[in-house]
DNA sequence: AGTAAGGCGGGCA
DNA sequence: GTGCCCGCCTTAC
């Protein structure tokens, strides 16, 4: 299967109120170094509003990229509860990861 | 089929 | 703690 579409797949998981990472979801589709390939793949997302992309920023919490602007990225992660400080979240507070097992952070 | 671009990450200055 | 650079992977042209 296409990596992008398993990326939108594992995107539409990430419960709200969580963020995760890049890297995370590169990790958890078993490509590690995907990460960048991740951002892609969200950014080229023809699928509307099915797929929250907006809950996915970077690995030092900082908001990262969105393709209607980080305005609106952040605007929407506010939506969803959760608050920027400095431009960036707070991960030790809303990361999710994938790994089961794996605490939230 | 070659190549460049992209919502990144980690390491180093 | 911030900023830059170089490496990585996938997708469009």
């Given amino acids: 299967m296409k990596f992008s579409k398993q990326v939108l797949k594992l995107t539409r998981k990430i419960p709200r109120g969580r963020v995760t ?4 979801m590169a990790r958890a589709l078993g490509n590690p170094k995907a990460s960048r390939a991740v951002g892609n793949a969200l950014n080229r997302n023809k699928l509307p509003d099915l797929i929250p992309c907006y809950r996915v920023v970077r690995s030092d919490g ?29 991960l030790e507070k809303h990361f999710h990861s994938f790994r089961k097992g794996q605490h939230d952070f």
């Fill in 21 to 24: 990472t890049y890297s995370e």
């Fill in 62 to 90: 900082s908001v990262g990229g969105y393709a209607s602007g980080a305005k609106e990225k952040i605007r929407r992660l506010r939506r969803d509860g959760i608050g920027i400080e400095k431009g960036k979240v707070n």
